[in-house]
């Protein structure tokens, strides 16, 4: 094996891979609970750890994986299991795509990466439904025909809003539109396609306001209603990687990705330091959103996808289209 054989399984293994992925799903589980419980004037997790209570989220991993794995008699008992294993697959798939800094990225798909990014992606929401299907449960079943609807007034809107970005950029490879926004972010010639795949990203995301398909004084824990153990753990596990990778996807569309001013002079840590800080301060946002809002119902989620994100989105691609072409000649 030779040393770029040996960086490559570093990147796949550690960072930006899977030593990466679920280091950042126990951080943020913690920073969830801690900064909500700071909003609501709590104190949030504090015994189990002696620094601000860091040990509870593993705490609470061992705790799922020695529970009993219940597999109810009526479930369909080979999807019910495989499809927990198969939902983290998907949006670590996704993370693969993202560049953390100059060359830094696991999986380069030549120039097609964000197009490779949104086919993953429609995988995540058929192992949603099937997920709530498998367990054969009226609030499960109930919480998957919520995931259609979310899914259909999330995923067009977002998909619209980065066509902007492409079309503004001239470009579906991630790399390249990341080193286009050094003189300027791309939110702000695209502007209505960021709030557009904002208000979008936190529909595909499913959370509060849009964590429709849980629901929990409606539909208990809605598709993951009957999972257990190890299981359950897996479905949350699946959650945190998809706010994950969307958010990298938004930070690398319009915040410049990677890009900032040198802080050691290497730029392959540089890029990834800077990556982490918009990364937090990102799901920061989300988890003030959550705390801001309540949620909507099933029928208001489809009407504002439907009524106004789509029509805003496709208004974004034809003001993209007359500025850059027209007004700019085709020069960003």
């Not at 398909?213 to 949350?236: C, D, H, K, Q």
């Not at 800077?274 to 937090?280: G, R």
Request: glycine content about 8%; hydrophobic content about 60%; aromatic content about 14%.
């Amino acid at each position: 094996m030779d040393m770029t054989d040996l960086t490559y399984l570093l990147e796949i293994l550690l960072f930006p891979g899977l030593g990466f992925i679920l280091g950042f799903v126990v951080f943020a589980v913690w920073y969830q609970r801690k900064y909500l419980a700071r909003l609501m004037i709590r104190m949030g997790p504090v015994h189990c750890g002696k620094v601000l209570g860091w040990l509870q989220l593993i705490a609470d991993a061992l705790k799922l994986i020695s529970k009993e794995l219940i597999v109810p008699e009526a479930v369909h008992k080979k999807a019910f299991i495989v499809v927990t294993f198969l939902l983290p697959t998907v949006p670590a798939a996704m993370v693969a795509l993202i560049p953390f800094a100059k060359g830094l990225v696991i999986f380069n798909a030549y120039g097609f990466n964000l197009i490779l990014f949104f086919a993953i992606s429609t995988l995540y929401p058929v192992l949603s439904v099937l997920k709530g299907w498998a367990a054969n449960n009226k609030f499960t079943v109930v919480g998957a025909f919520r995931i259609i609807y979310m899914d259909i007034a999330g995923e067009i809107p977002i998909v619209l809003s980065a066509l902007g970005v492409m079309l503004w950029a001239g470009t579906y490879d991630l790399q390249e539109i990341i080193e286009l926004q050094r003189e300027v972010w791309f939110v702000f010639p695209q502007i209505l396609g960021f709030v557009v795949f904002l208000i979008a990203y936190l529909a595909m995301i499913e959370k509060i306001p849009f964590d429709i398909p849980v629901a929990e004084p409606e539909l208990v824990l809605g598709p993951r209603t009957e999972y257990s153990g190890a299981f359950f753990l897996n479905t949350m596990l699946a959650d945190y990687v998809n706010i994950l990778a969307w958010t990298l996807l938004m930070i690398s569309l319009y915040f410049g990705g990677y890009l900032g001013p040198s802080i050691t002079g290497n730029p392959w840590i540089d890029g990834s330091i800077w990556t982490l800080i918009k990364l937090l301060i990102a799901i920061t946002i989300v988890f003030t959103v959550m705390i801001s809002y309540a949620r909507l119902r099933i029928d208001q989620a489809v009407r504002l996808g439907w009524n106004y994100l789509i029509p805003l989105s496709l208004i974004n691609i034809m003001i993209t289209i007359f500025v850059k072409y027209i007004v700019l000649g085709g020069a960003i």
